[in-house]
């Protein structure tokens, strides 16, 4: 798995159409990271993922050029605050961020609990989990799992709980047995389980409690003006509405683990 710092190296990606159109009167910025198959580099080392996949398209529909910029998600948050990007994608629609800016969904996602395989006796839910004070807990710093499952992490004692940047370091310390559980949804894990050949080290409990929460774009109100939003907008809409992102994840993700996201998401 490659090195964090070599997915954060600065990379600034151009992805343009021949002309700026009307409506995208400079070129737009925008915050990636690294979250599964969204961007990661490929075995030459390159950037790649289903996020290039995304900002093409959308670049050929609206004339718009995108600069692609790697960065934690954390940092993203604070460049977008500070109007030093103008949108991010993908990413988890939270009430403190609509503030910050226009959401589009694209689906609506779940977290899933992930534990070691020799556990799957005793652990049947997140209930057995929590259960049983000597096990270990990894999360990622910063990301929600939703509103139910949030509060149940909240109770727990704090010694019970390991917090990672990133998934893959999460995924490192249950391979290692650190840790002897995960909570995230399969858009974080499933690369780390596919690269790390954890498949049959891992056993996956669905949490019947956790929240389907949305997961889509954001488009900055602080640095767009009416039009521009409006503009992206209609070309975001439009690849929701004809099935092409769809597509583009499916061609990165694959078709089963795509069609889990689109799970608790209801038919247009």
Request: net charge negative; proline share 6%; glycine share 8%.
């Amino acid at each position: 798995m490659p090195n964090l710092r070599r997915l954060l190296a600065g990379l600034l990606l151009i992805v343009a159409g021949p002309c700026l159109a009307h409506d995208c009167p400079r070129d737009y910025r925008v915050g990636v990271s690294p979250i599964g198959y969204s961007y990661y580099l490929d075995a030459q080392g390159q950037p790649t993922g289903s996020s290039f996949d995304f900002y093409a398209e959308l670049s050929r529909r609206s004339g718009c050029r995108f600069n692609l910029t790697a960065v934690p998600r954390a940092r993203s948050w604070y460049l977008l605050e500070n109007q030093e990007v103008d949108l991010i994608t993908p990413t988890i629609r939270t009430p403190e961020r609509d503030h910050l800016g226009v959401f589009i969904e694209y689906f609506r996602g779940h977290s899933d609990l992930l534990i070691r395989r020799e556990l799957a006796p005793q652990i049947h839910s997140l209930s057995d989990f929590l259960a049983q004070p000597t096990l270990q807990l990894g999360l990622v710093r910063g990301h929600s799992n939703g509103p139910a499952l949030d509060d149940q992490i909240a109770l727990l004692d704090g010694n019970r709980v390991q917090y990672a940047a990133d998934p893959h370091n999460v995924f490192l310390r249950l391979q290692a047995g650190r840790i002897q559980g995960t909570i995230m949804p399969a858009g974080l894990y499933q690369k780390e389980v596919d690269d790390l050949a954890l498949h049959d080290q891992l056993q996956l409990i669905r949490i019947a409690e956790a929240d389907a929460f949305a997961t889509g774009a954001y488009l900055s109100r602080l640095s767009l003006g009416p039009e521009e939003l409006a503009h992206l907008q209609q070309h975001i809409q439009s690849m929701l509405d004809d099935g092409t992102l769809r597509e583009l994840l499916t061609r990165r993700h694959g078709k089963p683990l795509t069609d889990r996201y689109y799970l608790d998401t209801p038919a247009p």
